[in-house]
């Protein structure tokens, strides 16, 4: 890849994006564009991303409302859904509408993001 990823990361909790962030850096991948509502997300989908990392439960629009925005808008973009729920019927809402997967917000999330990154062949 020429220009490093473009990774939105939408959550409300600031300590998740620090987290996520930290778990990234490791990864050499800088390029990450921090957001924190479902309108943020969608008032910034003209940028192109090459993945999104998505909560699934913030303030005002949930996530899965702003996952039928991005598939409406930017269908190719890959979104793996992040919550703190570990609600089998909230991971099957999503992957059917159109999430790739969905992961919980646990000790696992150092792990499933470096599968998230190297499945999408991000990583530098």
Known sequence: MDTPPLIFVVDDDELIHKLIRSILN???LHNINHLYSGEECISHLHKSPDLILLDF??????????????KSNNPGVPVYMIS?????????KAIQKGAEDYFTKDCNLSKNLEKVISSSKLSA
């Open 26 to 28: 490791k990864l050499s």
């Open 57 to 70: 439960e913030m303030r005002g629009i949930n996530g899965l409302e702003t996952l039928d925005k991005i």
């Open 84 to 92: 703190g729920q570990k609600e089998f019927n909230t991971a099957i």
